[in-house]
């Protein structure tokens, strides 16, 4: 029978929730299985901020991605590999 593991309550800002996410990007293939509920619970958060904030996100051709914030600021940059996942258009 499989124990349930107790689970626990941190507290983050953006910048330690950039940190964390680019941390776990960073591991081994073999580690980031371990890491799975903390990633989607941090890229969860990472795309409610962009929601609450405006930003608008845009996969171009050749696969750069562009953010246009709610004033109209772009930027144009690579994607991170959880804002392709999934996607049917990457190019």
């Known amino acids: 029978m499989a124990t349930q593991l107790p689970t626990y309550t941190i507290t983050v800002n953006m910048f330690e929730a950039g940190v964390l996410i680019s941390m776990i990007e960073g591991q081994e293939e073999r ?3 371990s890491l799975s509920g903390v990633r989607k619970q941090i890229i969860g958060l990472l795309e409610d901020t962009e929601k609450a904030a405006g930003v608008v996100k845009k ?3 050749g696969g750069m991605l562009e953010l246009t914030a709610a004033d109209g ?3 144009i940059r690579p ?6 996942e999934g996607k049917d258009d990457r190019t």
């Open 59 to 61: 996969l171009l051709p």
């Open 31 to 33: 580690v980031k299985p």
């Open 73 to 75: 600021t772009k930027l």
């Open 79 to 84: 994607p991170q590999p959880w804002e392709v």
